[in-house]
């Protein structure tokens, strides 16, 4: 059962934008915080950035802070990852995910339990 879809993907140049986008069901927006995290071949997987699950804490790697917005939209039943300013270093496949983390455990992958498919963004110089 997919309970984590992640669209919105491509192909863009640097300096360019796009918007990912995971839809989730209405009882895990309600239950979890939300995360996206990136997976570039060769390396491990790291986090992007949390929505916590009031919505109204966000928090960012310092790779993308200033660059990334992220953002739950309860009427879509989804979660948002706008990405400004990109640049070939965001090239990766990036994944939702959902889970009960706290402060101290939120940037680690391991805090989340529900795991989406993943949308590959590739960013050319």
């Known amino acids: 059962q997919v309970q984590l879809v992640e669209s919105g993907g491509g192909s863009v140049q640097a300096g360019g934008s796009l918007r990912l986008s995971c839809a989730a069901s209405?009882?895990?927006?309600?239950?979890?915080?939300m995360a996206w995290f990136r997976q570039a071949p060769g390396k491990e997987r790291e986090f992007v950035s949390v929505?916590?699950?009031?919505?109204?804490?966000?928090y960012y790697a310092d790779s993308v802070k200033g660059r990334f917005t992220i953002s739950k939209d309860n009427t879509k039943n989804s979660v948002d990852l706008q990405m400004n300013d990109l640049k070939p270093e965001d090239t990766a496949r990036y994944y939702c995910?959902?889970?009960?983390?706290?402060?101290?455990?939120?940037?680690?992958?391991?805090?989340?339990?529900?795991w989406g498919q993943g949308t590959q963004v590739t960013v050319s110089s």
């Open positions: 995910a959902a889970g009960r983390s706290i402060l101290s455990t939120m940037r680690s992958s391991s805090a989340y339990n529900i």
């Open positions: 929505i916590r699950l009031s919505g109204s804490r966000t």
């Open positions: 209405r009882e895990i927006l309600s239950q979890y915080s």
